[in-house]
């Protein structure tokens, strides 16, 4: 199981009933729910850091429908298979709102899942989600902080996985053992084409990803599509409300939406795996 860092001096955090302290002093307060918000003010305010309350709101109220279960699921797989020891430390980086984060945890009982990411509005949702799971997972670690400084050590992580977040060459690279695997998950083309379609005159399809991993070897690929039916507007609207069209699209080509009560929609995945040098 790994420590928590302290991200002011750096030194081992020592978890009590309330807080993290470090033997310099630095303390952290353990909220209600569980988690510790490691992000210091350092250039920047915590409280408006990351994704707000609405985007979390709208992305939670989307993954709840179930359409990216089989994504998660597969991305778990992958996981206990690329980390079969018991007790292996994986890092979910970026994790917004917990949902990849509960599902790991729940199929990788023997594993210790951590959660972080930037916005304490997600992470706080995260606590929520992984607290009210039956049976409770004692097995999830949330903390606020950036995927670009990980309150961890270097070299002690068994994987670390980033699902539509940034992602961090020398950062990863750092915290994974030597052999460690990094598990990236992005959209593929042909992702969500069809709410492309409705919403502009001219659809595109996704490009793909380039990562400058120079400390990592590519080692393979996976891809998951399927078509999923979203059945109602408020979830097709959720789904609008997480891309990064929602900021893109005039407000014209947004009330398609409320003309549709409901869509099916290209589900399109690439799940690339890196083995740390």
Not at 100 to 121: E, F, N, P, Q
Not at 174 to 188: W, Y
Not at 200 to 228: C, M, R, S, V
């Amino acid at each position: 199981m790994l420590s928590f860092l302290c991200p002011i001096c750096g030194e081992k955090l020592k978890k009590n009933d309330f807080s993290y302290k470090c033997r310099n002093g630095h303390s952290f307060d353990i909220s209600r729910k569980g988690y510790v918000n490691l992000l210091t003010t350092n250039g920047r305010n915590p409280q408006k850091a990351g994704d707000n309350k609405e985007m979390i709101r709208a992305r939670s109220y989307f993954l709840d429908s179930g359409a990216y279960l089989p994504l998660a699921e597969m991305t778990g797989r992958l996981l206990g298979e690329l980390c079969p020891k018991e007790g292996a430390d994986i890092i979910d980086a970026g994790c917004g709102e917990g949902y990849y984060t509960c599902v790991y945890a729940k199929m990788l009982r023997g594993a210790d899942i951590y959660g972080i990411d930037i916005s304490k509005h997600g992470i706080d949702h995260a606590a929520s989600r992984a607290r009210n799971c039956e049976p409770k997972l004692s097995n999830v670690h949330l903390a606020v902080g950036s995927a670009f400084r990980l309150p961890f050590k270097s070299g002690v992580a068994d994987a670390v996985v980033s699902t539509f977040a940034p992602v961090s060459n020398d950062e990863y690279s750092r915290v994974l053992r030597r052999g460690g695997k990094l598990v990236i998950v992005s959209p593929a083309p042909k992702h969500l084409f069809s709410l492309k379609a409705l919403l502009y005159d001219k659809p595109y399809e996704n490009e793909p990803n380039i990562y400058a991993l120079g400390k990592f070897e590519h080692t393979d690929t996976k891809f998951l599509e399927y078509t999923a039916h979203i059945a109602d507007s408020k979830t097709l609207k959720a789904l609008f409300a997480m891309t990064p069209y929602y900021y893109k699209t005039s407000a014209k080509a947004a009330s398609r939406l409320d003309s549709v009560n409901g869509l099916d929609i290209e589900c399109a995945f690439e799940i690339r795996i890196y083995t740390a040098l």
